[in-house]
């Protein structure tokens, strides 16, 4: 058997009760600016979307370059391997006493 409750009437009121209270507590703390101070507000807002935009556009750079930095020590470094693995000419040849 199931030891749920069934929701009663009463408490389906109570809680749209509860819920409109919760709201116009909520909408009593919140500072609706008036209609002068709303041109400042979207010019403010209009500013920080701006700013984001600009520190995006920087992180986006600046990955870039790191991305760059990498490639180009990991090609430094592929560099070094082949020259370190790859026989050298100018070495002088060993002498067989054979040959002698």
Do not use: C
Not at 14 to 39: Q, Y
Not at 47 to 54: K, P
């Amino acid at each position: 058997m199931s030891s749920l409750k069934p929701y009663r009437r009463d408490d389906f009121l109570l809680s749209i009760e509860h819920t409109r209270f919760v709201v116009e507590r909520w909408r009593h703390n919140i500072e609706i600016p008036e209609p002068s101070d709303r041109a400042g507000l979207v010019a403010d807002v209009a500013a920080r979307h701006a700013e984001a935009v600009a520190q995006a556009e920087a992180w986006r750079i600046l990955e870039a370059e790191i991305r760059s930095l990498i490639a180009s020590d990991i090609g430094a470094l592929q560099t070094q391997l082949a020259e370190a693995t790859t026989p050298d000419d100018t070495a002088t040849p060993a002498i067989d006493p054979d040959d002698e």
